[in-house]
């Protein structure tokens, strides 16, 4: 069983940056996809970015793509996002998501994820 915990959000002027990390225990971490999904209020949750089990792969939505930077640091557990040039439209709940190891496929739907995170807020202001 792997535990997903988020943390770096919090509330921003537009224009801004924030790093989000997220925290996995209870697997073996080199071995896992790891993505951020995002939901804003009164949306569905979509994909924001992913990156390889080797790490050698990221992936982006075009609505962060430029903006956002998705890395993995394998000694550590931890997946980060970040994120500059923060808009009001990035305002959201960001979750932290990782599926079956050795598994990249399908990288943006979060149906193939099997564990999620709880999510941190990030707001921002125009």
């Known amino acids: 069983q792997v535990q997903l915990v988020e943390s770096g959000g919090g509330a921003v002027q537009a224009g801004g940056s924030l790093r989000l990390s997220c925290a996995a225990s209870?697997?073996?971490?080199?071995?896992?996809?790891m993505a951020w999904f995002r939901q804003a209020p009164g949306k569905e949750r979509e994909f924001a970015a992913a990156i390889s089990w080797t790490g050698v792969y990221t992936y982006y939505a075009d609505s962060v793509k430029g903006r956002f930077t998705i890395s993995r640091d394998n000694a550590k557990n931890t997946v980060y996002l970040q994120m500059n040039s923060l808009k009001p439209e990035d305002t959201a709940v960001y979750y932290c998501a990782t599926k079956s190891p050795y598994s990249d496929a399908y990288y943006f739907d979060q149906t193939t994820y099997d564990y999620w995170g709880q999510g941190t807020q990030v707001t921002i202001s125009s």
């Open positions: 209870g697997g073996t971490f080199s071995t896992y996809a």
